[in-house]
């Protein structure tokens, strides 16, 4: 079985952060492991507080995972500060690790920053160009580029900018747009548009962790960059399709809606 690590945050009601990517990657079949960069206090209504975890031990967590395990993918989520970035790249470098994706997480759906704003352009200087795939949203986008996105032809070129800022490929997500939900996909050569009809629930939480954790954990099963992210939208839109209604806010994707189906469990 491929082993996949996730190094991002913590997320109290379990729909976002490591808990969906570690539910991703074993709705998938692989293993899943975690390094913690943080513990924010948040449900289904928003996030509310953030303690981040040290640079030393989340250097220690990444240390305990690379000198006992094979790691086939990483899925990089919430990194807020400067040291915490710098503290990952230095250990990406370390082990050389490959099949990295980067989800540059900036702002909570209820608008808390989970970015610190002058931690951007070590985002972008650190972990950018250890990236194999970059996965931002319309607004992570807009960051990370100085642009204003608002079509097609503007996603085409904020992910040119992001591949020259050394991603080895790049996936902006068009989940914001007001049309159907078309993702831009380019890997320095072609422009691929994937097209998925909008899904109208507000249970969206964790769909861009699990999103990225999904192309992590197809990356580590012998896809190419492509490959993975075709079947990871796949994924994401079958868990969105049955999103569960928890809570009093935005509920969760189903991270394991077909493998209750099959086991003949209730689905919804």
């Known amino acids: ?58 250097k220690g967590q990444i240390d305990a995972i690379f000198t006992d395990i094979e790691v086939s993918a990483v899925k ?3 990194v807020s500060q ?10 990406l470098k370390q082990y050389d690790v490959k099949n990295v994706v980067l989800d540059p997480v900036m702002i909570s759906k209820s608008g808390f920053d989970l970015m610190q704003p002058e931690a951007k352009q070590t985002l972008i200087s650190e972990l950018i160009p250890l990236a194999y795939v970059v996965t931002p949203n319309l607004p992570e986008a807009e960051v990370i580029t100085d642009m204003h996105i608002k079509n097609i032809e503007d996603m085409k070129k904020a992910a040119k900018v992001i591949y020259d800022m050394g991603a080895k490929n790049v996936l902006i997500k068009g989940g914001h ?5 078309t993702d831009i996909f380019y890997d320095g050569k072609d422009y691929v548009a994937l097209t998925g009809q909008r899904i109208h629930t507000k249970n969206t939480h964790g769909t861009g962790c699990t999103l990225s954790s999904a192309i992590a954990a197809n990356l580590a099963k012998g896809k190419t960059a492509e490959q993975a992210v075709k079947a990871a939208k796949e994924y994401i839109t079958v868990a969105i399709e049955h999103a569960l209604d928890i809570g009093k806010g935005v509920g969760p994707t189903n991270h394991f809606y077909a493998l209750y189906q099959k086991a003949g469990m209730p689905v919804e």
Do not use: H, R, W
């Open 1 to 58: 079985m491929k082993c996949v690590l996730t190094i991002a945050g913590s997320d109290t009601c379990g729909g976002a952060g490591i808990q969906a990517d570690i539910k991703t990657f074993s709705a998938l079949g692989t293993y899943g492991m975690s390094v913690i960069t943080a513990v924010t206090v948040q449900n289904t209504q928003g996030v509310f507080g953030c303690q981040d975890i040290t640079p030393s031990i989340i």
């Open 76 to 78: 990089i989520g919430m």
């Open 82 to 91: 400067i040291e915490t970035i710098q503290a990952i790249a230095e250990k």
């Open 177 to 181: 747009l007001e049309n159907d939900a």
